[in-house]
């Protein structure tokens, strides 16, 4: 009687979590569709009536029109300019940061912990104006400098506090035996434990390159040349004051979606082990 209870138990639990999971795809993946399909059709079948998921005539001028009448090749370099590095910078400073935070103790440190929590708490938006004011005094605005600098800014704590439990995760051993074996600081950090971290930095990096990848607001507000225009502030361009070209928007969100997607489906083990390594150490 106890086992066939437990056995009940067992399925029902099994069945919500299918079903949760089954939701939580489709929230996913039905837009994901949604966008396909409406990229696929011509002109006039995105504003028809009844919306149909597949339309009688496929059409792939929207995905030709990305590459051919508007400056998106141009765009998507800007945006990989700019987040390729940031991200190598985050990651090297994050990287300093959290094994000098999980190594050394000093006075002060539980705050400073808490401190880089605590500055990802705040709106974004506070900073616009301050941001501005600060590229336009020193010549910084509508340059892939400035923006780097403003990613930068934002990614540094939240990638210092990853690479933090990653490294606290790592034995301390390791560096009182590379220092018996005259090992210095400088190269137990790179040689011994930096590899052995290698999980933690991709997820690390994937993070910050998602965040700049995906930023819209600094990006419009900061460029105001279209050669220095990003990915989304591109597709935002696509909603005119008396027409939305839907075909084209959500190609060009699909393209703009390939790199996420390959980033995440490679390293994503790696993403998941640093998250819940960082989430258990304090």
């Known amino acids: 009687m106890i086992k066939n209870k437990q056995t009940r138990v067992s399925t029902y639990k099994k069945a919500v979590a299918y ?11 039905i837009p994901t569709l949604w966008m396909l399909s409406t990229a696929l059709k011509s002109d006039q079948d995105v504003m028809r009536l009844p919306i149909r998921w597949i339309s009688e ?10 590459w051919t009448d508007y400056p998106f090749p141009r765009y998507f370099a800007n945006s990989f300019t700019v987040v390729i590095v940031s991200t190598l910078i985050s990651l090297f400073f994050a990287s300093l940061t959290g094994y000098g935070v999980s190594r050394f103790r000093f006075s002060g440190r539980k705050t400073f912990l808490t401190f ?9 938006v506070m900073l616009l104006v301050p941001f501005y004011q600060i ?4 010549g910084l605005s509508n340059s892939y400098t400035g923006l780097i600098l403003v990613y930068v800014s934002f990614t540094i704590p939240f990638c210092s506090w990853m690479m933090y439990g990653y490294y606290d995760s790592i034995p301390k051993e390791l560096d009182d035996a ?3 074996d005259g090992c210095g600081r400088l190269r137990t950090f790179w040689s011994i434990v930096t590899p052995l971290a290698r999980p933690g930095i991709a997820a690390t990096a994937i993070y910050s ?16 040349g279209e050669d220095m225009k990003t990915v ?3 597709i935002g361009q696509l909603i005119g004051q008396y027409r939305i070209a839907w075909n084209d928007m959500m190609a060009a969100s699909l393209m703009s979606s390939i790199p996420l997607a390959i980033l995440f489906l490679i390293f994503q083990r790696h993403l998941i082990s640093a998250l819940t390594a960082g989430a258990v150490k304090g």
């Open 178 to 180: 590379a220092a018996i």
């Open 19 to 29: 079903i949760l999971l089954s939701a939580a795809s489709a929230a996913v993946v």
């Open 116 to 124: 880089l929590l605590v500055t990802q708490m705040f709106p974004s």
């Open 57 to 66: 005539s496929m059409s792939f001028n929207a995905f030709k029109r990305i």
């Open 135 to 138: 590229l336009k005094t020193y």
């Open 232 to 234: 989304p502030v591109g």
């Open 209 to 224: 390159f998602l965040t700049g990848w995906n930023e819209y607001m600094f990006a419009m507000i900061l460029t105001t």
